[in-house]
């Protein structure tokens, strides 16, 4: 079946998915929406490796699985990341009453 | 006994503790630390005992790993410091007590101590699964196994709010820096078609490869090992960290993961630098990073008025010295240079003894003083000699004073700069090396000539368990040995 | 190819489109009143509101969900690895191919022992 799309196309969605992750780090101020948004710019390196297995394809036509391979593993290092990150999320809500970045700053130089 | 039992050892060393933590009713949880040190020792044996890889063994697991020698001075200091620490621990376990208490009356109060021994030696098995990993995944798995254990290990106190902040700082940087690690992984991948760092390399050097999606590959996986190992700019959030972290978990971090991150990076650069195409850029973006961070790391230490923020700069300014070794990679290793690996080995086995030996210190004076400030240690030299003398043997060989570690772990980084002809960053680190002496020497100065004020003056002398008087002599003299016998520890690196 | 996901292009530009003016058009028509707690509370029926807006869960809740997620996750690994055992359990391989995936589980498994000894899934509190 030939749809037409290249890697290209897959690669500029990723980027775009990327980008969209890290603007959303660097610009919300909710801790959760943060996550959230580092969760995107995985997803993004997901949708990467997805594309370069799929289009590196081997002798037989065969997509290259070692892409996929890691592709699991950061699926399950990010539920261990995200079960780690949103206990601690759950403490400091429950010291601070705020899941604003702003307003959780105490330490100073 | 092949170099990959040691993990499955350390590993299951983990789930052990973990489990005699469940369902042994301890009285006193300190005996699970003293199992995991001695539990270590046996390991750090071992390492002696290693067999090389037989020629014939065919597994496909020696695509994921390697036993080298490098690997096994790197696994050394792991597990050297993850001792260390299990000993820091145990003195600071009365702050952990206090801040992770159960609120019922009758729960045990130490109901909550278990883990804090249990979750360095996971963080160690996975340092000692990265010091052999020359895989993309295997990289990666072992970088997040030692990631997520340490984001549990900062926040651990959680009912400090310093340790819970610093723990959300570094959960949403390590997590940022990931992302770019794992983008950059993908990419790297997808222009070499390989996860193996020896088919990654010979792709990059075959020339086929577009040298602009390389150097994009190589710029993502820069962010993300700035991040861990602390360069400038991406060094915002190892101050407050420092500072929240409970100080064992301090010193962890600044020796573990910063000792893993340039594990990493000496790989991941060596692939780069072996490519005719971009090996120039990388070249220049390291010196560039190295540049930034000395003069950040030393010129914004001096101000400071808290001892663990002033190590947490000293540890950046650090990092600018190890990223100067790796800036300085010679193209062609002539007879009797020594290669930027081993040196960069060899300052990071060095910068080990020093800040495990001051971290040593500071746990026990804010067990004791209730402080970190700078002023806590006026008069120290008077009322705690021993703990002064520790202090001023690891402030000197972190200023690099000679015949201490310290600085012959500079005087090769020099080496290898000026040999390279960076003249530039010579100058650099020239500057960054006089401003260590100024910072360093404050806190001597501190604790030998300044009257201490207020409640400081009344204090009594800290006192040493035999544990801690026992790994404060060894570091000493580990320090001294090799401030004077460099050569040995460099037989060690092979 | 992408001349077949025109009509779906000009779908969204006429949805966003008229959500967007109507949005517009009700700011800039509308009058702007003046808000205050009292106007915003509900008059004639329904209840005054009471408390915050979003009610708390229990963080057991949580706990739970976390540990099924992480229990989940275990099967990206079993699956792979089911789906190739025929493939890799030549030449007496099996025993290795088994072993290592029992070894897996046997992790996964202290885990549990250490959630359950915990109380990680006692629901009275």
Not at chain 2, 21 to 31: G, I, N, T, V, W
Not at chain 2, 144 to 160: G, H, K, L
Not at chain 2, 322 to 330: D, E, G, S, W
Not at chain 2, 367 to 387: M, N, Q, T, W
Request: hydrophobic share 60%; glycine share 8%.
């Amino acid at each position: 079946m030939d749809t037409g799309l290249t890697l290209n196309h897959f690669l500029a969605v990723s980027g775009i998915l990327f980008a969209i992750g890290l603007a959303g780090v660097l610009i919300r101020r909710n801790i959760i929406v943060i996550f959230m948004c580092l969760e995107l710019m995985l997803s993004a390196a997901n949708l990467t490796l997805v594309a370069f297995s799929r289009f590196n394809t081997g002798a037989n036509g065969a997509p290259d699985y070692h892409g996929q391979v890691l592709l699991f593993f950061i699926i399950t290092v990010a539920a261990a990341e995200v079960a780690v990150g949103l206990a601690i999320i759950v403490a400091l809500f429950r010291a601070r009453e705020t899941t604003d970045v702003t307003q959780i700053a105490s330490m100073k130089n | 006994m092949p170099a990959y039992a040691l993990e499955i050892i350390v590993f299951s060393l983990g789930l052990v503790l973990l489990l005699v933590d469940a369902f042994a009713k301890l009285e006193d949880k300190r005996s699970l630390a003293w199992l995991g040190m001695l539990g270590l020792v046996v390991v750090f044996g071992l390492l002696f005992k290693v067999e090389p890889r037989a020629a014939d063994d065919a597994n496909v697991f020696w695509r994921f790993y390697s036993d080298s020698r490098m690997s096994l001075f790197f696994k050394g200091i792991a597990i050297l410091s993850t001792i260390l620490v299990l000993a820091m621990a145990i003195d600071y376990r009365g702050l952990i007590e206090k801040f992770t208490a159960p609120a019922e009356k009758k729960a045990h109060p130490q109901a909550g101590l278990g883990e804090f021994f249990a979750l360095p030696v996971f963080a160690c098995a996975g340092l000692m699964c990265m010091a052999s990993a020359t895989n993309l995944v295997s990289i990666f798995v072992s970088l997040e196994a030692v990631t997520i254990t340490f984001y549990v290990m900062v926040a651990y106190m959680r009912r400090n709010v310093g340790s819970l902040e610093a723990g959300v700082k570094y959960l949403i940087l390590g997590a940022l820096s990931t992302g770019f690690l794992v983008y950059g992984f993908a990419w790297l991948y997808g222009i070499t078609g390989s996860m193996d760092l020896a088919e990654i390399g010979a792709a990059l050097k075959s020339g086929d490869v577009s040298p602009t999606a390389a150097l994009f590959a190589f710029s993502l996986i820069l962010v993300a090992l700035g991040f861990k190992v602390g360069a400038v700019p991406f060094q915002m959030w190892i101050p407050d960290v420092y500072q929240g972290a409970p100080t064992p978990i301090t010193a962890f971090l600044s020796v573990g993961s910063k000792a893993a991150g340039f594990i990493v990076l000496l790989r991941l650069s060596a692939v780069f630098l072996g490519s005719e195409a971009v090996a120039g850029q990388v070249a220049m973006a390291f010196a560039v990073v190295a540049g930034l961070t000395l003069i950040v790391g030393n010129l914004t230490a001096i101000p400071q008025s808290n001892f663990k923020r002033l190590l947490a700069y000293s540890s950046i300014a650090h990092a600018g010295f190890l990223l100067t070794a790796l800036a300085a990679a010679p193209r062609k290793l002539e007879a009797g240079q020594l290669s930027s690996a081993t040196v960069v080995a060899f300052y990071l086995g060095a910068y080990l003894l020093m800040t495990l030996l001051a971290f040593l210190v500071v746990g026990l004076v804010r067990v004791h003083r209730d402080s970190e400030e700078i002023e806590a240690y006026r008069g120290l030299g008077k009322s705690s000699p021993f703990l002064a003398l520790a202090l001023l043997i690891a402030m000197a060989s972190l200023a690099g004073v000679p015949l201490t570690a310290g600085f012959f772990g500079k005087f090769f980084v020099f080496q290898l700069a000026i040999q390279g002809g960076h003249w530039w960053l010579v100058t650099l680190a020239a500057i960054g090396a006089g401003a260590g002496f100024y910072y360093y020497l404050k806190v001597v100065a501190a604790m030998y000539w300044d009257d201490p004020t207020g409640a400081a003056a009344k204090a009594a002398a800290i006192p040493v368990s035999a544990l801690t008087r026992a790994a404060v002599v060894t570091l000493i003299v580990l320090i001294v040995i090799a401030g004077f016998a460099p050569r040995m520890i460099l037989g060690l690196i092979g | 190819m992408q001349q077949e996901f025109i009509p779906v292009l000009i779908q969204i530009v006429i949805a966003t489109g008229f959500a967007v003016a109507t949005l517009i058009a009700s700011v800039l028509l509308g009058k702007r009143a003046k808000r205050n707690q009292m106007k915003d509370s509900a008059y004639e029926c329904g209840m005054l509101p009471i408390g915050e807006g979003q009610a708390r869960f229990s963080v057991k809740f949580y706990l739970v969900a976390m540990l099924f997620v992480l229990f989940d996750i275990e099967v990206v690994f079993l699956y792979p690895w089911a789906v190739s055992f025929k493939r890799l359990a030549v030449d007496g391989g099996q025993l290795v191919v088994f072993f290592s995936a029992l070894s897996f589980i046997v992790i996964l498994f202290v885990a549990y022992l250490y959630a359950l000894r915990k109380g990680a899934l006692e629901w009275k509190d």
